[in-house]
């Protein structure tokens, strides 16, 4: 193997350890978007069975504005649904 090539192969191997640790980032920052998201649904499901049960008639609903706001912000966008749906009950 001449210099030229080894300099090639020695640059590809830079290029794919950093690719690596930028999708190991990503990767993580996809994942805990994919978990907040499914218990933020599971948990406006329930709560929309207990509020039904104590005769309260708020329930959000399961669309995808509410879905991607539970999943990018957690419990602050369950709060915030929650919050602007009783704010309009007002």
């Known amino acids: 193997m001449d210099t030229k090539m080894g ?3 020695l640059i590809a191997i830079c290029f794919l350890v950093l690719i690596i640790g930028f999708l190991r980032r990503k990767a993580e920052l996809i994942l805990n978007f994919i978990v907040r998201t499914i218990l933020g649904v599971l948990a ?4 929309n069975i207990v509020f039904a049960r104590f005769g309260i008639h708020v329930a ?3 669309n995808p504005v509410n879905i991607l ?3 990018s ?3 602050g966008g369950l709060a915030l649904i929650y919050g602007i749906l ?3 009950m007002l």
């Open 7 to 9: 300099m090639i192969v």
């Open 73 to 75: 912000l957690g419990t």
């Open 69 to 71: 706001a539970v999943g």
């Open 60 to 62: 959000a609903g399961m």
């Open 44 to 47: 406006i499901y329930t709560i």
């Open 86 to 88: 009783f704010y309009n």
